[in-house]
């Protein structure tokens, strides 16, 4: 059984840092993109960043852009996403996915399985 688990949320200061994890399991992690979504409240889930399986070739929104970093570690089947000069506007439930073959990361239909989510909050 495919599973992710999302880790590391929580309440931190615009301007702050905090670093988001997720656990993959029941799969070939070293063979998938992985991507990260956002879902802040009243919006529809939106991409965020994705990484490829080699962790060569990353991908970031233009809103998150140089301030977050993905990352991805296959000997322990985790991706990371680092967020810097966090803002209130990245307030949101952060999601981790897992690619599906041949899918588009910037878009959730290219991902088949995801994470329950973990909360971020940024207080100005």
């Known amino acids: 059984q495919v599973q992710l688990v999302e880790s590391g949320g929580g309440l931190v200061q615009a301007g702050g840092s905090l670093r988001v994890s997720c656990a993959a399991s029941?799969?070939?992690?070293?063979?998938?993109?992985m991507g990260w979504f956002r879902r802040a409240p009243g919006k529809e889930r939106e991409f965020v960043a994705a990484?490829?399986?080699?962790?060569?070739?990353?991908y970031y929104a233009d809103s998150v852009k140089v301030r977050f970093t993905i990352s991805r570690d296959n000997a322990k089947n985790m991706v990371y996403l680092q967020m810097n000069s966090l803002e209130p506007e990245d307030t949101a439930v952060y999601y981790c996915?897992?690619?599906?073959?041949?899918?588009?990361?910037?878009?959730?239909?290219?991902?088949?399985?995801w994470g329950q989510g973990t909360q971020v909050t940024v207080s100005s």
């Open positions: 029941g799969l070939t992690f070293s063979s998938y993109a």
């Open positions: 996915a897992a690619g599906a073959p041949y899918g588009s990361v910037w878009i959730e239909g290219g991902y088949d399985t």
């Open positions: 990484i490829s399986w080699s962790g060569g070739v990353t």
